[in-house]
């Protein structure tokens, strides 16, 4: 019906489309998203987190091409296509990066790449066993190359999963958490609010790290870890700002009536007061998921966020950090301009939110 | 009354600007206000009267409003286009304002003297100690009692009244020459208003400045003014001396506004409503003391339907952690009987325990002793199943239809909830059928079902509260100051819709109230409340005609009686 485009949530729809930046940031944040689902997909490299080695061409610049000998695994992998598109594939092939290759009947001679002006020596391999096509392309390194000679474009694509997924985990289990215990503590008050805030004050004194590092020792080491651990950090700033929207809201008149005709608590929490004092939320959650994105990338930085070889933006940092003064500072600017793009997009897409659904912060 | 105008207005339209859209609310008005003279502007929410005079003081909010055509003179100098550096001095200096809010007008953490105090030292020459010396003048000129208390006293600590009191000392520091006093008593109580009033007036004749008075209430603005102009939409509809105004009103706006008010001296079937007024169908038809008289006895022959006995409402502060814990009774010793069908009014003034008694008989605020019985069962003491079920007989009207609807959810959702709550009717569709029933009831429309509350004007909102309240066929409505926010002939409307339901769904109410002329239009029995207690109970009629307290008396002679 037409008359439903008058409901405030859709009157705040509206002012969000008119913000530039707010609306800017969404589809920022969207690419993003469909980036990092379907990073398997466009990544150039799309070996299971894009671990494809290449020593000899570590640290190039950024558009590098160099022609690359592929030799296919002997050992035949079942994966099916669903897996390889989301997972990757798990490629037990061979690259070599060749400076120069002559092929004569069924052996291919070739020089392996070398940088420095050396040339290497000529090998051969024999390739009548295995039916393939064409076993030299060129390749290029849209970002160059990592340390170990990965192709730099595809770890920043598959990296982008990690911290969309902790900003998603971390938000989604701080907003579970925080919402149910501050509704809680804010309607009922009294006991059960001095508990919750008891609660609340403890989590609050735990650094994130030592709570990540405790975490890490009970649970072991992993992302999986960090996001738990970054999630059961976060609740507790939900929690209060919930606490406190629930406080004033209940005071409203329209709990009063809702208390008057006689209906439950549950109902009263869930349907009267929550939708009430979403705005607050939905605008603290967009902070949250820029602040797990950089609690993320700094364990990693640390080690103790996504263990190697998966990618991740902060971890990419880390193994690079010191090329920064060896001239090829790119190595740790790429991921960190990836990382400060994504937090300033959820930060103004927070900005916008606010805005738009007029909470005063 | 010289000829010269001190202030003059002369075709000033104001325009409010909002997404882009101009806005045209005050349409080419035009007013003089003389020297020595108390100027009533009277007119109801939304008519432009704060405005307009917002606009004499250049305060109008900068960005989205701007005064598109006309002059304001003040002693030959055009206000319009002053600079703020020279508006500023005429502010405060030359022509001051009292709000409305003394509770918010004044601030929190400075003393009321040193408030007073800054305005002196701003706009004059004084020095502390003399600066001193004249604010404590000031405050025993506007009858502060213990003007040495006040001058150190904060805000917080001394009652409304006096607020508003040291609100005028402040305006009146400077000795202007034009005070403009936006609805200076409506938050007060009415005796209160009534000594505000009288400070008001004797202020201005010892000091013969010139006084624009703003007030929705009519008969308010007959007592203090001495000439009169009514606002509509914008507009002044009349002017002149208050005598011509409210003997012989000439435009129809006027006559309804003075029509719609309750009276006191009759008692009409229904009150005339502007609508009413505009097309000439005013049902002058009274209820005479006879009729009267035969239906107030048929209704207490039969059982009471609430009894309340001894009613106690205890709220303890603590004070620190050793000190006892000290009690303050806001509801003490009461009793009282409802019966079936009749309209229990109740007044007093803010802070006697009237909202307290109401929530204690909801059982939203648990009373601590004492005893209610609804229907012969004792329902102080229910479990919550049996709580909930009492919830479905005893309902509530609240006094702000805006802040007791949910603003997320449909007005047809909103009524429509309580009956799912409540297992009325058996479907999605009979109940929606029966929703839309009660908005036609109610005065509303079927497409009115999917509005939200806050595409509703205030009387359309209260009917949309009414309405959610009579959903559930309850038997007892309490209406705690169901009809104070609102405009009066939108008041005149809603008194005029909850009658009718009365009639034909045999509710009964308890009307509870702070304005004496409407609850004594209601009700059936009045019962006048003071400091927790109960300071008259009987016939209304009876207790109005010859009150039986000095309370009570005091409290019928401060109702502002109009001409």
Same mark, same amino acid.
């Given at each position: 019906?037409?008359?439903?485009s008058?409901?405030?949530?859709?009157?705040?729809?509206?002012?969000?489309?008119?913000?530039?930046?707010?609306?800017f940031s969404f589809?920022?944040?969207?690419l993003?998203?469909?980036?990092?689902?379907?990073?398997?997909?466009?990544a150039?490299?799309?070996?299971?987190?894009?671990?494809?080695?290449?020593?000899?061409i570590?640290?190039?610049?950024p558009?590098f091409?160099?022609?690359m !000998?592929?030799v296919?695994?002997?050992?035949s992998?079942?994966?099916?296509a669903? *897996?390889k598109?989301?997972?990757?594939?798990?490629?037990?092939d061979e690259?070599?990066?060749?400076?120069y290759?002559?092929?004569?009947n *069924?052996?291919?001679?070739?020089?392996?790449?070398?940088?420095?002006?050396?040339e290497?020596?000529?090998?051969?391999?024999?390739?009548?066993?295995?039916?393939?096509?064409?076993y030299?392309?060129?390749?290029?390194?849209?970002?160059?190359?990592?340390?170990?000679?990965r192709?730099m474009?595809?770890?920043?694509?598959?990296?982008?999963?990690?911290s969309?997924f902790i900003?998603?985990?971390a938000?989604?289990?701080?907003l579970v958490?925080?919402?149910?215990?501050?509704?809680?503590?804010?309607?009922?008050?009294?006991?059960?609010?001095?508990?919750?805030?008891?609660?609340?004050n403890?989590?609050?004194?735990?650094p994130?790290?030592l $709570?990540?590092?405790?975490?890490?020792?009970? $649970?072991?080491?992993?992302?999986w870890?960090?996001?738990?651990?970054?999630?059961?950090t976060?609740w507790?700033?939900?929690?209060?700002?919930?606490?406190?929207?629930?406080m004033?809201?209940?005071?409203?008149?329209?709990?009063?009536?809702?208390?008057?005709?006689?209906?439950?608590?549950?109902?009263?929490?869930?349907?009267h007061?929550?939708p009430n004092?979403m705005?607050?939320?939905?605008v603290?959650?967009?902070?949250?998921?820029?602040?797990?994105? !950089?609690?993320?990338?700094?364990?990693?930085f640390?080690?103790i966020?996504?263990q190697?070889?998966?990618?991740?933006?902060?971890?990419?940092?880390?193994?690079h950090?010191?090329?920064?003064i !060896?001239?090829?500072?790119?190595l740790?600017?790429i991921?960190g $301009?990836?990382?400060m793009?994504?937090?300033?997009?959820?930060?103004?897409?927070g900005n916008?939110?606010? *805005?738009? $659904?007029?909470?005063?912060? | 009354?010289?000829?010269?105008?001190?202030?003059?207005l002369?075709?000033?339209?104001?325009?409010? %600007?909002?997404?882009?859209?101009?806005?045209?609310?005050?349409?080419?008005?035009s007013?003089?206000l003389f020297?020595n003279?108390?100027?009533?502007?009277?007119g109801?929410?939304?008519?432009?009267?704060?405005?307009?005079?917002l606009?004499?003081?250049?305060l109008l909010?900068?960005?989205?409003s701007?005064?598109? /055509?006309?002059?304001?003179?003040?002693?030959?100098?055009?206000?319009?286009?002053?600079s703020?550096?020279?508006?500023?001095?005429?502010?405060?200096?030359?022509?001051a304002?009292?709000?409305q809010?003394?509770m918010?007008?004044?601030?929190?953490?400075m003393?009321?003297?040193?408030?007073v105090?800054?305005?002196?030292?701003?706009h004059?020459?004084?020095?502390?100690?003399? =600066?001193? @010396?004249?604010?404590l003048?000031?405050?025993?000129?506007?009858?502060?009692?213990?003007?040495?208390?006040v001058?150190?006293?904060y805000?917080?600590?001394?009652s409304?009244?006096?607020?508003?009191?040291?609100?005028i000392?402040?305006?009146? =520091?400077?000795?202007?020459?034009?005070?403009?006093?936006?609805?200076?008593?409506?938050?007060?109580?009415?005796?209160?208003?009534?000594?505000?009033i009288q400070?008001?007036?004797?202020?201005?004749?010892d000091?013969?400045?010139?006084?624009?008075f703003i007030?929705?209430?009519l008969?308010l603005?007959?007592?203090?003014a001495?000439?009169?102009?009514?606002?509509?939409?914008?507009?002044?509809?009349?002017? &002149?001396d208050?005598?011509?105004?409210?003997?012989?009103?000439?435009?129809?706006?006027?006559?309804a506004?003075i029509?719609?008010?309750?009276s006191?001296?009759?008692r009409?079937k229904?009150?005339?409503?502007?609508?009413?007024?505009l097309n #000439?169908?005013v049902?002058?038809?009274?209820?005479?003391?006879?009729e009267?008289e035969?239906?107030?006895?048929?209704?207490?022959?039969?059982?009471?339907?609430?009894?309340?006995?001894?009613l106690?409402?205890?709220?303890?502060?603590?004070?620190g952690?050793?000190s006892?814990?000290?009690?303050?009774?806001?509801?003490n010793?009461?009793?009282?009987k409802?019966?079936e069908?009749?309209?229990? &009014?109740?007044?007093g003034?803010?802070?006697?325990g009237k909202s307290?008694?109401? /929530?204690?008989?909801l059982?939203?605020?648990?009373?601590t002793?004492?005893?209610?019985?609804?229907? &012969?069962?004792?329902?102080t003491?229910?479990?919550?199943k049996?709580?909930?079920?009492l919830?479905?007989d005893?309902?509530i009207?609240?006094?702000d239809?805006f802040?007791?609807l #949910?603003?997320r959810?449909?007005?047809?959702? =909103?009524?429509?909830?309580?009956?799912?709550?409540h297992?009325?009717? %058996?479907?999605?569709?009979?109940?929606?059928?029966?929703v839309i029933e009660?908005?036609d009831?109610v005065?509303?429309?079927?497409?009115?079902?999917?509005?939200y509350?806050?595409?509703?004007?205030?009387?359309?909102?209260?009917?949309? &509260?009414?309405?959610?309240t009579?959903?559930?066929?309850p038997?007892?409505i309490?209406?705690?100051?169901?009809?104070?926010?609102?405009?009066i002939?939108?008041? =005149?409307?809603?008194? #005029?819709?909850? #009658?009718?339901?009365? @009639?034909?769904?045999?509710f009964?109410?308890?009307?509870?109230?702070?304005?004496?002329?409407?609850?004594?239009?209601?009700?059936?029995?009045l019962?006048?409340?003071n400091?927790?207690?109960?300071?008259?109970?009987g016939?209304a009629?009876?207790i109005?005609?010859?009150p039986?307290?000095?309370?009570?008396?005091k409290?019928?002679?401060?109702?502002?009686k109009?001409l």
């Amino acid at each position: 019906m037409s008359r439903e485009s008058n409901s405030l949530t859709a009157l705040a729809l509206q002012k969000f489309k008119r913000n530039f930046w707010g609306v800017f940031s969404f589809l920022f944040i969207i690419l993003i998203g469909l980036i990092s689902v379907f990073a398997y997909v466009i990544a150039p490299d799309n070996s299971v987190s894009a671990n494809q080695m290449h020593l000899s061409i570590h640290s190039k610049n950024p558009g590098f091409k160099v022609d690359m !000998l592929t030799v296919p695994s002997i050992v035949s992998t079942n994966q099916n296509a669903f *897996d390889k598109w989301f997972f990757g594939v798990k490629n037990l092939d061979e690259e070599i990066p060749i400076s120069y290759h002559n092929i004569q009947n *069924d052996t291919l001679f070739y020089k392996e790449y070398v940088s420095g002006g050396l040339e290497a020596e000529e090998k051969h391999i024999v390739f009548s066993d295995f039916e393939t096509k064409p076993y030299v392309t060129q390749k290029h390194f849209v970002f160059g190359t990592d340390k170990y000679g990965r192709d730099m474009l595809s770890r920043i694509l598959v990296g982008a999963r990690i911290s969309f997924f902790i900003g998603f985990v971390a938000v989604f289990i701080s907003l579970v958490v925080g919402i149910l215990l501050g509704s809680l503590a804010g309607y009922y008050g009294g006991k059960v609010d001095a508990v919750i805030m008891w609660l609340i004050n403890v989590t609050w004194s735990i650094p994130t790290l030592l $709570l990540v590092i405790a975490i890490t020792l009970a $649970l072991g080491k992993g992302f999986w870890q960090v996001f738990i651990a970054v999630g059961l950090t976060m609740w507790v700033e939900v929690a209060r700002v919930v606490r406190g929207q629930v406080m004033s809201a209940k005071n409203m008149q329209y709990i009063t009536a809702a208390k008057a005709l006689g209906y439950k608590d549950f109902r009263i929490i869930f349907k009267h007061i929550l939708p009430n004092i979403m705005a607050p939320v939905i605008v603290i959650s967009a902070a949250n998921f820029a602040a797990a994105i !950089l609690i993320e990338s700094g364990l990693s930085f640390l080690g103790i966020g996504a263990q190697p070889p998966m990618a991740s933006w902060g971890a990419m940092i880390k193994d690079h950090y010191n090329y920064i003064i !060896l001239g090829k500072p790119y190595l740790a600017l790429i991921p960190g $301009l990836c990382i400060m793009s994504l937090v300033m997009a959820f930060m103004l897409i927070g900005n916008a939110l606010r *805005d738009a $659904l007029e909470v005063k912060t | 009354m010289t000829l010269n105008p001190i202030l003059s207005l002369e075709n000033v339209s104001i325009s409010f %600007t909002s997404q882009k859209q101009e806005n045209e609310v005050i349409h080419g008005i035009s007013y003089q206000l003389f020297s020595n003279e108390i100027l009533g502007i009277v007119g109801e929410s939304g008519s432009g009267k704060s405005i307009s005079s917002l606009a004499i003081m250049g305060l109008l909010p900068k960005r989205v409003s701007k005064i598109t /055509n006309g002059r304001i003179t003040f002693l030959d100098k055009e206000l319009i286009g002053l600079s703020d550096k020279a508006l500023q001095h005429i502010r405060g200096h030359d022509i001051a304002m009292i709000f409305q809010e003394p509770m918010s007008s004044l601030n929190p953490t400075m003393t009321c003297g040193k408030q007073v105090e800054e305005i002196l030292l701003q706009h004059t020459n004084l020095t502390q100690q003399e =600066a001193k @010396e004249e604010t404590l003048s000031l405050f025993s000129k506007v009858k502060l009692p213990k003007p040495n208390r006040v001058y150190t006293a904060y805000p917080h600590e001394i009652s409304g009244g006096q607020k508003q009191r040291v609100m005028i000392a402040m305006a009146i =520091a400077c000795k202007p020459k034009i005070l403009i006093a936006d609805e200076p008593t409506t938050a007060l109580d009415v005796t209160v208003q009534k000594d505000i009033i009288q400070l008001l007036k004797s202020l201005q004749e010892d000091t013969k400045m010139s006084v624009i008075f703003i007030s929705h209430d009519l008969s308010l603005v007959s007592e203090i003014a001495d000439r009169v102009l009514v606002m509509y939409k914008g507009n002044i509809v009349e002017q &002149g001396d208050k005598t011509s105004i409210f003997k012989s009103p000439k435009h129809k706006y006027t006559k309804a506004l003075i029509a719609s008010k309750p009276s006191l001296r009759v008692r009409f079937k229904r009150l005339p409503t502007i609508k009413d007024v505009l097309n #000439n169908t005013v049902n002058k038809a009274i209820i005479s003391k006879e009729e009267r008289e035969k239906k107030q006895a048929s209704l207490y022959s039969k059982q009471p339907l609430l009894e309340v006995f001894n009613l106690e409402k205890t709220y303890f502060s603590k004070s620190g952690w050793f000190s006892k814990k000290e009690g303050f009774k806001a509801v003490n010793n009461v009793s009282f009987k409802v019966y079936e069908g009749e309209t229990l &009014g109740l007044v007093g003034e803010s802070g006697c325990g009237k909202s307290t008694l109401s /929530n204690a008989i909801l059982l939203l605020d648990k009373a601590t002793s004492g005893s209610i019985t609804y229907n &012969g069962q004792d329902i102080t003491n229910l479990t919550p199943k049996e709580e909930r079920k009492l919830r479905k007989d005893i309902q509530i009207i609240f006094q702000d239809p805006f802040a007791s609807l #949910n603003p997320r959810i449909p007005v047809g959702k =909103a009524i429509m909830e309580p009956m799912e709550v409540h297992n009325i009717g %058996t479907s999605y569709k009979d109940r929606k059928q029966r929703v839309i029933e009660l908005l036609d009831r109610v005065g509303l429309t079927k497409s009115d079902f999917n509005k939200y509350p806050h595409e509703f004007s205030g009387g359309q909102r209260q009917r949309v &509260g009414i309405a959610r309240t009579i959903a559930l066929q309850p038997k007892l409505i309490i209406c705690d100051e169901s009809v104070s926010a609102l405009d009066i002939s939108v008041q =005149a409307q809603v008194l #005029n819709l909850l #009658n009718e339901l009365k @009639e034909n769904y045999n509710f009964t109410y308890i009307f509870i109230s702070h304005d004496l002329s409407v609850v004594k239009y209601m009700s059936n029995q009045l019962l006048v409340m003071n400091q927790g207690k109960i300071e008259d109970i009987g016939d209304a009629d009876a207790i109005y005609n010859s009150p039986k307290t000095d309370y009570t008396k005091k409290l019928i002679d401060a109702i502002p009686k109009g001409l």
